[in-house]
């Protein structure tokens, strides 16, 4: 149990033995969060990604006006409340259209993050076979040598792997 809390109920007990570092670590839980200003190809960006992750996520459909990049305390907040260990934030504007931030939170901070545009999106709805099996794990492609050269692209294939 953990060393700095003393649980006084069995149920905070068993929550906090689900907590524990364990041998063999369980899936990670992402959240999906959408910007104060998010326009519509952003929105269907995270709702096609939570279709394909859709039992390790949760999607937060209100607009929660942030900036993960000057402030982290509302996205800690969120990783605290719905257990979560990866994150995606979607919003738009003029400087910064369709614009996405994926990270990785460790003990409920964020650990790092990289913003991503999307240019070119085909939805899940537009595509004929768009039915989608719960827990199947998309295949990902990283061609080039940047992926295992370059330290960014490097991030950026491990965080979406």
Aim: aromatic fraction near 10%.
């Amino acid at each position: 149990i953990c060393c700095y809390r003393k649980p006084k109920t069995r149920r905070a007990k068993r929550f906090l033995e689900k907590r524990e570092p364990k041998l063999n670590e369980n899936t990670k839980n992402a959240m999906l969060i959408k910007g104060g200003n998010a326009n519509l190809t952003v929105t269907e960006v995270l709702k096609d990604i939570y279709a394909v992750k859709k039992p390790f996520a949760v999607l937060y459909k209100r607009k929660n006006i942030t900036r993960p990049f000057e402030d982290q305390t509302s996205l800690e907040f969120f990783s605290k409340k719905s257990d979560c260990s990866l994150f995606l934030f979607g919003s738009h504007n003029k400087k910064r259209p369709n614009n996405l931030i994926i990270g990785r939170m460790f003990d409920y901070h964020v650990l790092d993050m990289i913003e991503l545009g999307v240019d070119k999106f085909v939805s899940l709805k537009d595509i004929k076979n768009s039915k989608c099996p719960e827990g199947t794990k998309p295949m990902l492609i990283f061609a080039g040598d940047m992926f295992d050269v370059n330290e960014e692209y490097r991030r950026l294939k491990s965080l979406l792997i």
